[in-house]
């Protein structure tokens, strides 16, 4: 019988990953540095090249170079907090779905969502690109002259939390396909999210609304950071409101809700055939 | 050779296996990448900064970045394979095991040509883009460019087998530097802070940057070649020794 869900016991659940991951540090702390290490770089590298362009050019589609740092040091807390809810391919799901481990979660106690919610919290190895896009965020507010209030933090915090939602909203729609196709679909969630990463960095300021439009509904990179970032700089574009990402959420998650538990009916009717009978994946 | 002709038509059709159909994810996601790209560019060079290359000329050079992209900076999967214990299975085939690699590498690059990259190129005047290269030793220099790109690779699988359960480590920081570096995404002379001068000379350099360079006109050909050449001559004997060695060390289980 699964667990009675609480807020504690999800407070529990996401300190049991904690610990797990504390001992991972301990236990092999130098790859566990190296790991933090490659984090770091990698995603400056993605942000950095952005911000020189508009370093090298006085800025980007009249967004002066400080407020595309600010925009930067928002890509790097999602990219923090992605990997530090994430790292276990429970964001990446056609993963789970395409390798046919979707059966392990059945046989815990708990339900499958509270599960994926919390398996991955990882704030000592994962946490380094947070504290990274922090600093960042920091430091381009200070040049920005930007009146910080407990309301704006509020502000902030509610924004990547809706963009974390698309995020896992859009990687668990396409995911989906995976329950039909899983093995030439295991990737697919990581052609969405990650495949698509440095285009969520470009500042769309100055570029066409055909162009911009797309970025925003079908495709919506600029969810990701452009959009908010200009909420919070107190200009939200194309004269939309602040609250477009919250609408934008609530129809896309109804949407990703009723494809995705589709995907999951026929896969509990039809399993997978990923492993053969003496344990290797085919 | 029609060994590694062969070997490289394999690696073709396997891309192509679950059907053509499952590649699209993969082509829309560079499509959509390209064309938001394309107008940044051209948002940036409307700033009126002054810097050494025309707006026609940056346009030219990020399309062709993104249609030879897999080209300009080498991967091959050998990293890869080496933590799924598949490289082991090289090594049962009448072949040299580098001979191999390059001839499935070279394979694994024709689909994504077939369905992105050439259908871009019909479409580019749409976009503003002019694609015939500035000077003929575009090819020449597109060629070492390769060449030099497989040397690297094989160095990382290298490093990839002297400290064993980092592959996915190397991996990220590796696409981190070389991407950088290379100047794929941003030409190495348009670098903020004085870092165009300190990272020209660097081999990185005369991977996927010096081709497209050359290709637009924004080069001293003569220059990037030789280094190109000079990296070539440094790099392909490490690259050799190193795997040579580092061939018994190879531990893969799979999985």
């Not at chain 1, 056609?94 to 994926?116: A, T, Y």
């Not at chain 1, 965020?137 to 040049?143: G, L, T, Y």
């Not at chain 1, 910080?148 to 909203?169: E, K, P």
């Not at chain 1, 999951?264 to 997978?272: A, C, E, I, P, W």
Request: include cysteine.
């Amino acid at each position: 019988m699964a667990d009675k869900i609480t807020f504690t016991r999800v407070i529990k659940l996401l300190g049991i990953s904690a610990k797990m991951d504390l001992a991972w540090f301990l236990r092999d702390t130098k790859y566990a540095l190296a790991i933090i290490g490659a984090d770091i770089v990698s995603n400056l590298s993605v942000v950095s090249a952005v911000f020189l362009i508009s370093a090298r050019f006085g800025g980007i589609g009249g967004m002066s170079v400080d407020e595309v740092l600010f925009m930067m040091a928002y890509s790097t807390l999602i990219t923090g907090i992605f990997v530090m809810f994430g790292s276990h391919n429970n964001i990446h799901i056609s993963r789970i779905i395409g390798r046919g481990q979707l059966e392990h979660l059945f046989i815990q106690p708990l339900p499958i969502n509270v599960q994926l919610a919390t398996c991955s919290f990882s704030p000592f190895t994962g946490g380094s690109n947070f504290f990274v896009g922090v600093v960042l965020m920091i430091i381009a507010e200070r040049r920005l002259g930007l009146q910080v209030s407990f309301g704006w933090v509020l502000s902030l915090a509610v924004y990547l939390f809706i963009t974390m939602v698309v995020i896992v909203a859009r990687s668990y729609l396409v995911s989906s396909l995976a329950f039909y196709a899983p093995v030439a679909m295991e990737e697919i969630s990581y052609t969405a999210v990650e495949g698509t990463w440095l285009l969520s960095t470009f500042p769309l300021s100055g570029m066409p609304p055909f162009v911009q439009i797309p970025l925003l509904t079908v495709l919506p990179e600029g969810l990701m950071a452009w959009f908010p970032s200009l909420c919070l700089l107190g200009r939200p574009p194309l004269g939309l409101s602040v609250y477009y990402p919250a609408l934008y959420v609530i129809i896309l998650l109804p949407i990703t809700s009723y494809i995705f538990k589709r995907g999951l009916s026929y896969y509990v009717r039809k399993g997978s055939n990923r492993y053969v009978p003496y344990g290797f994946r085919r | 050779m029609i060994k590694y002709l062969k070997t490289a038509q394999l690696s073709a059709f396997e891309k192509t296996n679950g059907g053509i159909v499952y590649l699209l994810p993969d082509v829309i996601v560079k499509i959509c990448t390209l064309i938001p790209l394309v107008f940044l560019w051209k948002v940036v060079m409307s700033s009126g900064a002054k810097v050494d290359m025309t707006t026609e000329q940056m346009l030219t050079y990020a399309v062709l970045s993104a249609l030879l992209a897999d080209m300009l900076v080498v991967k091959t999967p050998a990293s890869g394979w080496l933590s799924e214990g598949v490289l082991l299975k090289l090594y049962g085939r009448p072949l040299p095991v580098l001979g191999q690699l390059i001839a499935l590498t070279v394979g694994g690059w024709v689909p994504m040509l077939l369905l992105f990259s050439l259908p871009m190129v019909i479409l580019s005047p749409l976009l503003d883009v002019n694609l015939v290269p500035a000077s003929p030793y575009f090819l020449l220099s597109f060629l070492l460019c390769i060449s030099l790109g497989f040397a690297v690779d094989f160095l990382f699988a290298c490093l990839s087998i002297k400290l064993r359960n980092m592959t996915w480590l190397i991996c990220r920081i590796r696409a981190a530097i070389v991407s950088f570096f290379s100047g794929t995404i941003i030409p190495i002379n348009l670098l903020p802070y004085g870092l165009a001068e300190a990272v020209k000379y660097q081999p990185f350099a005369s991977l996927g940057g010096a081709p497209l360079s050359i290709f637009v006109g924004a080069a001293n050909v003569e220059r990037t070649i030789a280094l190109q050449i000079l990296w070539n001559l440094i790099l392909w004997p490490l690259a050799l020794l190193a795997f040579r060695k580092s061939q018994e060390g190879i531990v893969s289980y799979g999985g």
